[in-house]
């Protein structure tokens, strides 16, 4: 199983190790820089004071001064050493420590001297700088007129900067080592740390159950990181605490509607029973019309069921919609007049592209609802109005005893206004079942209330939609 600490701590050990290598190694090579450019800087000097003792008395080269009275070149072991050329590279002047040996001819000036590496005698490790430089005459009028140009190298044993940079090397080695080890213990210590907000997170969301829907995840002391997500569970917990209450109110739903058919079948068998010979022929219609009432609650339960989880596949084809409004209001008729509600239907041509079965029952179960529920003497209205691109249709009837907060339950299964509860042929389940076949059909069912009427619109593509 992926850890996402695991993940992690492998991940900034993978950076932090390179990235430290990487800063040692850089502050390794800025230290050598400076030593050696202070070494060649001492070298530059050196060279400065030697071409100024350098004199030219006619063609005759002179030093007015001992290279045994110069420090570093005066040492038991030498450590310094120079040599001079004139014009025309011969070798003029050169110090004892350097004995019968020479050094390599390549100058610069003293803007751009000549600086390299090399290993001088006694096969020591050293540097040298070259410059190119015009000596002094013997009076100031043989200075001016002095031209000639000599050539000047200065070397130095680089032993004692090798050291230093070594001594350098070993302790950033040491001390990067160390930094490597003390990085790979404490960065696993420091994001235990700061993943423990997520272990008190799920040690909490591990206490959430379906009988604990009800707690919720505190969002005040979280870090900022974890506040979005504590809300997003918060409000998955508040969702589903919802859909658990709603299921408890169909399973308790589901129990009352069965329990009244299933007592009148109960007494009506007891009955046939008990007194077979007085059996009356109305028992037995009876017992078909409750039989029939319960396998329409089965099979409406069954059909929501299969739209719930996508196994109804609509075939859509052209529906002229204003002639399936007709059609649906047809054996609603003879309710309608014995209830003295009258039909006012404002539809113009419409054609829209829907399953005739399932637009058949949506349009069925408002219509039906709205004649079961309207008080008698009442006008139920249809509008229907395009604007090219959709479409909404408006069913509208008085409903004096609903409330706005009844309508957030509106498509709930076996959800009925309390009034509606006793007697009647409903169940409550077919504005479930509408509310189910518009979303089939990818169209919206939405219901409102106005000044005591009750308001429902379904609403969606005019032509050329087929879902999904």
């Given at each position: 199983m992926?850890?996402?600490?695991?993940?992690?701590?492998?991940?900034?050990?993978?950076?932090?190790?390179?990235?430290?290598?990487?800063?040692?190694?850089?502050?390794?090579?800025?230290?050598?820089?400076?030593?050696?450019?202070?070494?060649?800087?001492?070298l530059?000097?050196?060279?400065?004071?030697?071409?100024?003792?350098?004199?030219?008395d006619?063609?005759?080269?002179?030093l007015?001064?001992?290279?045994?009275?110069?420090?570093?070149?005066?040492?038991?072991?030498?450590?310094?050493?120079?040599?001079?050329?004139?014009d025309?590279?011969?070798?003029?002047?050169?110090?004892?420590?350097?004995?019968?040996?020479?050094?390599?001819?390549?100058?610069?000036?003293?803007k751009?001297?000549?600086?390299?590496?090399?290993?001088?005698?006694?096969?020591?490790?050293?540097?040298?700088?070259?410059?190119?430089?015009?000596?002094?005459?013997?009076?100031?009028?043989?200075t001016?007129a002095?031209?000639?140009?000599?050539?000047?190298?200065?070397?130095?044993?680089?032993?004692?900067?090798?050291?230093?940079?070594?001594?350098?090397?070993?302790?950033?080695?040491?001390?990067?080592?160390?930094?490597?080890?003390?990085?790979?213990?404490?960065?696993?210590?420091?994001?235990?740390?700061?993943?423990?907000?997520?272990?008190?997170?799920?040690?909490?969301?591990?206490?959430?159950?379906?009988?604990?829907?009800?707690?919720?995840?505190?969002?005040?002391?979280?870090?900022?990181?974890?506040?979005?997500?504590?809300?997003?569970?918060?409000?998955?917990?508040?969702?589903?605490?919802?859909?658990?209450?709603?299921?408890?109110?169909?399973?308790?739903?589901?129990?009352?509607?069965?329990?009244?058919?299933?007592?009148?079948?109960?007494?009506?068998?007891?009955?046939?029973?008990?007194?077979?010979?007085?059996?009356?022929?109305?028992?037995?219609?009876?017992?078909?019309?409750?039989?029939?009432?319960?396998?329409?609650?089965?099979?409406?339960?069954?059909?929501?069921?299969?739209?719930?989880?996508?196994?109804?596949?609509?075939?859509?084809?052209?529906?002229?919609?204003?002639?399936?409004?007709?059609?649906?209001?047809?054996?609603l008729?003879?309710?309608?007049?014995?209830?003295?509600?009258?039909?006012?239907?404002?539809?113009?041509?419409?054609?829209?592209?829907?399953?005739?079965?399932?637009?058949?029952?949506?349009?069925?179960?408002?219509?039906?609802?709205?004649?079961e529920?309207?008080?008698?003497?009442s006008?139920i209205?249809v509008?229907?109005?395009?604007?090219?691109?959709?479409?909404?249709?408006?069913?509208?009837?008085?409903?004096?005893?609903?409330a706005?907060?009844?309508?957030?339950?509106?498509?709930?299964?076996?959800?009925?206004?309390?009034?509606?509860?006793?007697?009647?042929?409903?169940?409550?389940?077919?504005l479930s079942?509408?509310?189910?076949?518009?979303?089939?059909?990818?169209?919206?069912?939405?219901?409102?209330?106005?000044?005591?009427?009750?308001?429902?619109?379904l609403?969606?593509?005019?032509?050329?939609?087929?879902?999904?």
């Amino acid at each position: 199983m992926n850890s996402i600490r695991r993940q992690l701590t492998r991940s900034l050990l993978l950076i932090l190790i390179p990235l430290l290598g990487a800063g040692l190694t850089a502050i390794y090579f800025l230290v050598r820089s400076e030593l050696i450019e202070s070494f060649d800087q001492t070298l530059k000097t050196r060279a400065e004071a030697i071409s100024t003792l350098v004199l030219l008395d006619g063609d005759r080269l002179t030093l007015n001064f001992s290279d045994k009275f110069m420090r570093g070149f005066d040492d038991d072991e030498a450590k310094e050493f120079y040599e001079i050329w004139d014009d025309r590279g011969n070798s003029v002047q050169v110090s004892e420590s350097l004995g019968s040996s020479h050094l390599p001819n390549r100058v610069g000036d003293f803007k751009n001297p000549k600086v390299w590496a090399l290993q001088l005698p006694g096969k020591q490790p050293g540097r040298a700088l070259g410059v190119e430089f015009v000596p002094r005459g013997t009076i100031k009028d043989s200075t001016k007129a002095n031209k000639a140009r000599y050539h000047l190298v200065v070397a130095a044993r680089s032993r004692g900067v090798d050291g230093e940079l070594r001594e350098i090397l070993m302790v950033m080695a040491l001390g990067g080592g160390l930094m490597i080890v003390l990085t790979i213990l404490v960065v696993p210590l420091l994001l235990r740390s700061g993943l423990r907000p997520l272990e008190r997170l799920a040690g909490e969301v591990e206490k959430v159950n379906a009988e604990t829907l009800t707690l919720r995840l505190p969002e005040e002391k979280v870090p900022r990181e974890l506040v979005v997500i504590t809300a997003r569970l918060n409000a998955l917990f508040a969702r589903l605490e919802e859909a658990f209450e709603r299921e408890r109110r169909v399973s308790a739903a589901m129990a009352h509607e069965l329990r009244t058919p299933i007592a009148e079948l109960r007494n009506l068998a007891e009955c046939a029973l008990k007194w077979p010979e007085a059996r009356d022929p109305e028992a037995d219609r009876d017992a078909l019309a409750i039989a029939r009432q319960m396998e329409s609650m089965v099979t409406h339960m069954l059909t929501l069921a299969r739209s719930e989880t996508g196994q109804w596949k609509p075939d859509f084809e052209p529906v002229d919609l204003p002639r399936a409004v007709g059609q649906a209001w047809k054996p609603l008729e003879i309710p309608a007049a014995l209830k003295n509600i009258q039909f006012a239907p404002e539809l113009g041509p419409l054609t829209v592209m829907a399953d005739p079965v399932l637009l058949s029952s949506i349009l069925g179960n408002l219509l039906e609802n709205a004649v079961e529920y309207s008080p008698a003497g009442s006008v139920i209205g249809v509008r229907l109005e395009s604007n090219g691109a959709g479409f909404s249709l408006t069913v509208c009837n008085p409903a004096p005893d609903l409330a706005p907060q009844d309508l957030a339950r509106f498509f709930e299964r076996f959800w009925r206004k309390e009034k509606a509860r006793s007697g009647g042929s409903h169940i409550g389940l077919g504005l479930s079942l509408a509310h189910a076949f518009a979303g089939i059909l990818g169209w919206k069912m939405t219901p409102r209330l106005e000044t005591g009427s009750l308001v429902i619109t379904l609403a969606g593509p005019v032509a050329a939609s087929t879902p999904g």
